[in-house]
């Protein structure tokens, strides 16, 4: 009956172990980098990154949290009318948008 009791014990453990390592990995979602490529934007809450060229990939990214400063150059600079921008841009995607942590101009 004991070893029976350790048995049990033992896989109970070796459960919630799986169990919280899993929890752990969906909770985490790494963040990756896009691009170089263009980057033109519509409004504050819509561009996209256009990589190639022609452009080949295309993410739709959602600037959002980045500092204001990178927020206004993209909205006033990196429109479809203007110069084209060139950056590359570290985030995590989600629902096919790529929530942009930070960007990094070329130009």
Request: hydrophobic share 40%; net charge positive; glycine share 8%.
């Amino acid at each position: 009956m004991n070893a029976f009791r350790s048995a049990a014990w033992f896989g109970l453990m070796v459960g919630m172990w799986a169990g919280s390592a899993s929890a752990l990995a969906q909770a985490t979602t790494a963040a990756a980098s896009y691009g170089p490529g263009r980057i033109t934007c519509r409004s504050a809450t819509s561009c996209e990154l256009g990589v190639g060229a022609p452009a080949s990939l295309k993410y739709r990214i959602d600037p959002s949290a980045l500092p204001e400063t990178d927020k206004s150059r993209l909205t006033k600079q990196c429109t479809a009318k203007a110069t084209p921008c060139v950056a590359t841009v570290t985030g995590a995607e989600v629902n096919d948008v790529v929530k942009a942590a930070s960007i990094k101009f070329y130009n």
